[in-house]
Each structure stands twice: as structure tokens, then as C-alpha cells.
Nanobody, 114 residues
């Protein structure tokens, strides 16, 4: 059964750091691009970082230079290191394929206080 399980969120002060993890239960993990998405309360979900199967990365302008996406194909895991966090980074964060699957995980809440 395909599944996405995110973890690592929490409450942090502005300027702080968090590292998110996501385990993807799919046999095709090593050959697909993966992404981290976020959805602030009342707003649409957006893609903030993606990584190809070969390790090429791309970031939304709003997080470029602060967030780093990485993957471990042996563990079917994708990570998001978030540094210099800002209050506007507050959102529920999800991982998924890029383009995304039809299903989503439960996400992990990131709250950045000012």
C-alpha cells in the first residue's frame, strides 16, 4: 500500500532550524522526483523544493538559500533542512512525488513564532 509519512515539524522561534523527514512507501522511489510542499492555513498548497532521482534540486524563491532538500534512496526517505526560519514559513508541510501522486500523507505542522 502506497503511503507517505512526514515527521519533524514543531514550534520554533524565528531564525531557528528544523529538519523534516518523509518515508515514501513506493517501489518506484529511487527513480522518481520528490518534492516538499506546504500549505499555510487558508491558502493553497505550494511546492517549495524538489529533487530529481539524480539529485538535481530546485527551490521556490521564498526558500532559496534557507532550505535544503536531500534524499536517501536506500531508506526511501526525503529530507528538508530548514534554516533561518521566518513566521511566513508557518504551514503544514507535505512530501510527495513531483508531479504529485493522487494521495497525500497527513503532513507535519511547522510553526515559526516571531
Amino acid at each position: 500500500q502506497r503511503q507517505l509519512v512526514e515527521s519533524g515539524g514543531g514550534l520554533v522561534q524565528a531564525g531557528g532550524s528544523l529538519r523534516l523527514s518523509c518515508i515514501a512507501s513506493t517501489s518506484t522511489f529511487s527513480i522518481i522526483s520528490m518534492g516538499w510542499y506546504r500549505q499555510p492555513l487558508g491558502k493553497q498548497r505550494e511546492l517549495v523544493a524538489q529533487i530529481t532521482s539524480s539529485g538535481y534540486t530546485n527551490y521556490a524563491d521564498s526558500v532559496k538559500g534557507r532550505f535544503t532538500i536531500s534524499r536517501d534512496n536506500a531508506k526511501n526517505t526525503v529530507y528538508l533542512q530548514m534554516n533561518s526560519l521566518k513566521p511566513e514559513d508557518t504551514a503544514v508541510y507535505y512530501c510527495n512525488a513531483s508531479p504529485h501522486f493522487s494521495y497525500w500523507g497527513q503532513g507535519t505542522q511547522v510553526t515559526v513564532s516571531s
